[in-house]
């Protein structure tokens, strides 16, 4: 069987995003706790709490995506379930880079919240 996976872009993101996987599986809270480490800030907390307004700025949303995407691929890759091929839609690219080995996850952290940080002032 040949697996893909598809990583989403921004405007996927939701409040409450990541609780039930993280509650569910050490490795996806395991994710969660590396991202916030190496971001020095508390997004899974945003992520699951809240409030919507600072999770959709698009400095935390981008963040955000990619860490509940790593959560996910991650445990898929827990359960053994390697893909084939993967692909992102616009910021789930740089996901789709992490999962197939081109970036490293510190790497994905650093681009995450670079971009994400340019994008909001580039819009103001």
Known sequence: MTIALVFPGQGSQAVGMGTALAAAFPVARETFEEVDEALKQNLFKLMSEGPEDALVLTENAQPAI???????????????????????????????????????????????????????????
Not at 68 to 87: C, H, R, T
């Open 66 to 124: 990619g860490t509940i995407s790593m959560g996910y691929f991650n445990f898929l890759k827990s359960l053994e379930i390697n893909p084939d091929a993967v692909a992102g839609h616009s910021y789930g690219e740089f996901t789709a880079l992490h999962a197939s080995g081109v970036l490293s996850a510190n790497d994905l952290f650093t681009i995450s919240e670079k971009r994400g940080s340019i994008m909001a002032n580039g819009c103001e």
